[in-house]
C-alpha cells in the first residue's frame, strides 16, 4: 500500500524527510525494510551550526552523498530493487534531457537541496512540460504570491508543490532557487521493477 508522504516534524530534518519520502513514493509500505528507515535517520542530521549546537543546521552534502551510496550497496547485499546515484555541484541541472529530467520521466523520485528561507531538501516526483511536480516536507497552507509556484492540495502520496524549471536554476537565492552551481545536491532514486526503460516502455522514447 502506498501511504501519504511525510512533513518533517522539526526545523531540521528535511533531508532524512525527504529521502524517506522518495523511498514511500517509489515503494509499497510493506516493501520497504526498517533497516533502511534506521539508517537514513544514522546517516542524515550530521551538522553542527554557527554557535556549536548539534543537528541544527541539517543534512550536509557529504553525507547524502555518503548514504546514497550506502543505499546502492544494500540494495545489492539484500536485493532490494532500488537504484541511487548522486549528483553534486554542476553536474545538478534540470532541463530538457537532464539526468534529473529524464530520472523523473523514467519514475524515479529525486531528492534535491534548494534555497527556501534557508537550504532545504524536497523531493522531485514528476515533470510535465516545463515544471516539475515536488514534496516539500515543510508544511504551508497559504498558496505562494510568485509566478511559477504553485500548490498542489489532492496527491498526498505525491506532491503538494508545482515549481518551474526557470525557477530551480537560478543561481541566487529564492524560493526554490538551486542556486550556485558549487554546493548543489542531488540524489536520484529508481526502483527497478517499475522503472521505465527503453526495454521496458515505448513511451520513453516518445
Given at each position: ?5 511525510n512533513y518533517q516534524r522539526t ?29 537514513v535517520m544514522m546517516y542524515t ?59 523523473l520521466q523514467q519514475g524515479g ?98
Amino acid at each position: 500500500m502506498k501511504v501519504p508522504l511525510n512533513y518533517q516534524r522539526t526545523e531540521y530534518d528535511c533531508g532524512p524527510t525527504s529521502f524517506m519520502n522518495a523511498v514511500n513514493f517509489l515503494f509499497q509500505r510493506e516493501e520497504i525494510p526498517p533497516d533502511v528507515l534506521r539508517y537514513v535517520m544514522m546517516y542524515t542530521l550530521d551538522s553542527y551550526n554557527a554557535k556549536g549546537e548539534a543537528y541544527k543546521e541539517g543534512t550536509s552534502q557529504m553525507a547524502m552523498s555518503f548514504l546514497a551510496g550506502w543505499l546502492k550497496q544494500y540494495a545489492k547485499a539484500t536485493r532490494l530493487p532500488i537504484d541511487c546515484e548522486y549528483l553534486g555541484d554542476e553536474q545538478v541541472r534540470i532541463s530538457e534531457n537532464s539526468r534529473i529530467i529524464t530520472a523523473l520521466q523514467q519514475g524515479g523520485a529525486v531528492v534535491l537541496r534548494v534555497h527556501y528561507g534557508c537550504w532545504h531538501f524536497v523531493t522531485l516526483t514528476g515533470v510535465s512540460g516545463n515544471s516539475v511536480s515536488l514534496f516539500d516536507p515543510y508544511y504551508r497552507k497559504q498558496p505562494f504570491k510568485q509566478e511559477g509556484i504553485e500548490l498542489i492540495k489532492n496527491k498526498p502520496c505525491s506532491a503538494n508543490r508545482r515549481v518551474a524549471f526557470e525557477i530551480l536554476n537560478q543561481t541566487t537565492k529564492g524560493a526554490y532557487t538551486m542556486g550556485p552551481d558549487e554546493g548543489r545536491v542531488a540524489v536520484l532514486l529508481f526502483n527497478d521493477n517499475t522503472r521505465k526503460t527503453p526495454e521496458k516502455t515505448i513511451e520513453y522514447f516518445l
